[in-house]
Structures are given as structure tokens and as C-alpha cells.
């Protein structure tokens, strides 16, 4: 009994005895660490991200020169490096047509303006006959021959000769008509004084001044003069009808005329065009141009009458204008509409290692409004205002350079993470 009362005193002297310096130093570097920690999670950034795929190019992209068609390479007209030109011909895949003939019809068509006068026998010096044009012939030779047509037709001008021979005939008629007007004017004069003898014969006859027979010859002197005007009128009126054919007849020809000459320019213009469009249906086959200006770069090298396959790849044209350099994403659906406009982009290409060299900083520019089914993912769009990374390092831009972005959506902090699930909560709107 008297142990345990000592223990007790014992026990009561130890909890009754102030901490030691070690126990409240412990205490302090507790509370010190704690609070570090606390800091720390405030200041160390934990940011939500939507990861993906990138692929950097310019906004003038670069242009991939394709075969159209199979066959084998007849000319190549550049080397890798080559400046060249928009529409400029990279090279030539073997064909029945020559370059050289296509193009010359393309020069004669373009200056087609400047020869409206030109004569028959100088047609076939302007678009000659011996040309090698292959699946443009025919088209040519149609194109040829309706030009041919409209010559012929605008120097003969069979209309117009026709109107001329109309225009003299309608001359003699109207002077025809113009003899007989006064012709009948004379027999009306003349009827007048038939009328009047004739008057007077009957009052002579009635006096016996003179004999029926007398008066009978004046009789029929007055009948024969109204028989001459009866037919002086229908001669008139027979005048007037042939006028008014022959007008009617030269109207007809010079709106036959005007018609004809306006359907053979009507089909002048319908063979032009159809030949432009297989000219443009051979160089879609056969010639591979350049479609921007810029640095060509062969895609293999290639020698003439090496083959090729349609749709393989032969040049690469680069263009000399950037115009600033933009990113395209493929982010799925899941968390998509956490992606908005303007945006923060870190964006870490494979060509040069982040941890060496850095990451580079864009921006969100669009959003697609519906998903690729194909894919079911969405079409991001970013733009970097430079290749100067977060280390300093000013990177070399290669055309279609790849990687990986992290889109920052939110920016957050450790703190923030371990507490993101109440933040939410007591951030939700109350349902009203």
C-alpha cells in the first residue's frame, strides 16, 4: 500500500513538472512544418489540364503535290530548293499531248482578243494543224472548225447579200409605185374630162346636134378610160403588196442574219470553253504545278521515266510567308466543354525535348461546335505569337512539327485540389 502511494506522489511530481525545451521545441517544429505545408500547397500550382495531340503549321500551309494519275515521269523542270511560283509546272508525267503545243493553244486563247480581224488563210497559221495535243484534239479540232464557220459566214455574209438584192428590188418597186401614183393621177384628171364630153354628148344628143353613133363613141371612149384607171389602181395596190413582201423579206434576212451569226459566235464560244476544260482536264492527269509561291522540296528523288502511282506524294512546296504559326488538337468528348476561348496552351514538342529545351505557350483560338464521328473528337485550334520556350532556347520551325498540349481550363492550387470537391459544392448555384 505504502508503494503505491509513493508512485502516486510520484506520478503527480511528473505531470505537475513544466515541459522540457526538447518536448517544446518539438512542439514549435510542428507547428512550423505544418504551416510551410499550408504555404506551400497555396503557392504550388495543380492546374486542371485536358491533354492532347498537336500538330504546329503555319497559317499559309504547306502545299503536298500529288500524282493524279499513274504512269511515268516524262520531265521534271525543278531541283529540291528551287524558288518557285504559283502555277509554276514542277514536272510532267508522260502522255501522247506535248507541253509545248497545249501551252501554245493556252497563249492563243488568252490573246484571242487581239485577232478579230483575222482572215481565213491566216486561221491556219494562227492555230496550226500539225500540232500533238492528245486527249485535247478533238476538242481543238471542233474549236477549229467553228471558228472556221464564223470567218466564212462574217466575210461572205450570204444575208447580206441577200438584203442588198432585196434592197434593190424594194427600190424599183417604190419607183414603180411612185410612176404608177402619178399615172393614176393623170387618168383621174383625164376621166374628169370624159365624165364632162360625155355630159355634153347627151345634151347634144337630146338637141340632135349630133348622131347616136357620135355619142355612143364617146360613150365608150369614157368607159374605157374608167376600165385604164381600174387597173392603174390594181396595178397600184399589186405594187404596194410586193412592197410590203420584199420589206417583210428583208426584215426576215437581217434578223436571220443577226441570228446566225450570233449562233456560230455562240458556238465559237461553247468550243472554246469546252476546250479550256480539257486542257484543264489534261493538267489535271498529267502536269504537276505549283499552287502557292514558296521552296519546292522533292518528297524522294526522282529520275525521268521513273513510275509513279496515283495520289503518291512527289513535291512539297514551303511558302516563304508564314503569317504566324497555329496548332491543331484532336481532344475527346469526355471534359470537352471544359475548353473555352483564350485559354492558356503548354505545348511540348517531340523534336525537342521539354526537359532540355522547354515548352512553348499558346492560346485557344476555336473550338469545333460538333464532333469528327469519326472519331468522336473535337477539333481545337491554338495560335503561339513565338518558338521562344520557357528555357530561352529560340526553336527552328519545321512545317507539321508534333507534340503533345496541355490545355489549362482552370487555374488552381495544391490547397485548392484537396479541397476542389467542397469549393464545387459550395459554389454550386441553389436550384431555384
Known amino acids: ?66 500524282a493524279r494519275t499513274k504512269g511515268e515521269l516524262d520531265n521534271i523542270y525543278v531541283s529540291h530548293g528551287d524558288t518557285v511560283y504559283k502555277n509554276e509546272v514542277l514536272a510532267e508525267i508522260k502522255n501522247p499531248a506535248s507541253l509545248k503545243d497545249v501551252y501554245l493553244i493556252v497563249s492563243k486563247l488568252e490573246d484571242m482578243g487581239k485577232h478579230r480581224n483575222i482572215r481565213l488563210d491566216s486561221l491556219s ?20 472548225l467553228n471558228y472556221q464557220n464564223l470567218i466564212i459566214n462574217d466575210s461572205l455574209r450570204p444575208n447580206e447579200k441577200h438584203s442588198n438584192q432585196l434592197v434593190g428590188q424594194l427600190e424599183q418597186e417604190e419607183d414603180l409605185l411612185k410612176g404608177q401614183t402619178k399615172e393614176l393621177a393623170h387618168f383621174q384628171q383625164q376621166i374628169k ?44 395596190n399589186k405594187t404596194k403588196i410586193n412592197i410590203s413582201q420584199l420589206q417583210n423579206q428583208l426584215d426576215n434576212n437581217s434578223i ?35 499552287p502557292i509561291n514558296g521552296l519546292v522540296s522533292l518528297f524522294d528523288t526522282y529520275d525521268r521515266f521513273q513510275s509513279v502511282e496515283n495520289g503518291e506524294t512527289l513535291f512539297t512546296v514551303f511558302p516563304k510567308e508564314t503569317n504566324g504559326i497555329i496548332g491543331t488538337l484532336k481532344i475527346p468528348v469526355l471534359n470537352s466543354g471544359k475548353v473555352k476561348i483564350g485559354q492558356k496552351v503548354i505545348v511540348k514538342l517531340d523534336n525537342y525535348p521539354h526537359h532540355q529545351y522547354g515548352s512553348l505557350t499558346a492560346k485557344v483560338t476555336g473550338v469545333s461546335a460538333t464532333p469528327n464521328l469519326k472519331d468522336n473528337t473535337y477539333s481545337v485550334f491554338v495560335s503561339l505569337d513565338t518558338l521562344q520556350t520557357s528555357h530561352h532556347y529560340d526553336l527552328v520551325f519545321n512545317q507539321e512539327m508534333v507534340g503533345t498540349a496541355e490545355i489549362i481550363t482552370e487555374k488552381l492550387n495544391l490547397l485548392e485540389r484537396m479541397f476542389y470537391g467542397i469549393r464545387k459544392m459550395f459554389s454550386r448555384k441553389p436550384n431555384m
Request: aromatic residues 8%; hydrophobic residues 35%; glycine residues 4%.
Open 1 to 66: 500500500m505504502e508503494k503505491i502511494q509513493d508512485k502516486s506522489k510520484e506520478v503527480k511530481e511528473l505531470i505537475g513538472k513544466p515541459p522540457t525545451w526538447t518536448l517544446r521545441a518539438g512542439t514549435t517544429t510542428v507547428l512550423i512544418g505544418f504551416v510551410v505545408l499550408l504555404l506551400l500547397s497555396m503557392l504550388i500550382s495543380y492546374n486542371d489540364v485536358v491533354f492532347a495531340k498537336v500538330g504546329l503549321t503555319t497559317k499559309n500551309p504547306i502545299a503536298k503535290i500529288k
Open 125 to 144: 497559221i494562227l492555230y496550226p494543224n500539225d500540232l500533238q495535243l492528245g486527249s485535247v484534239q478533238e476538242a481543238y479540232n471542233t474549236f477549229y
Open 256 to 290: 436571220s442574219g443577226i441570228r446566225t451569226f450570233g449562233e456560230t459566235t455562240e458556238v465559237l464560244k461553247q468550243s472554246i470553253q469546252n476546250l479550256k476544260n480539257e486542257i484543264a482536264n489534261w493538267e489535271e492527269s498529267y502536269i504537276l504545278k505549283s
Open 193 to 236: 374630162l370624159s365624165d364632162k364630153a360625155h355630159q355634153r354628148s347627151e345634151t347634144l344628143l337630146s338637141k340632135g346636134v349630133i348622131s347616136q353613133a357620135e355619142y355612143e363613141k364617146i360613150s365608150r371612149e369614157r368607159l374605157s378610160d374608167r376600165q385604164e384607171l381600174e387597173n392603174i389602181k390594181t396595178k397600184i
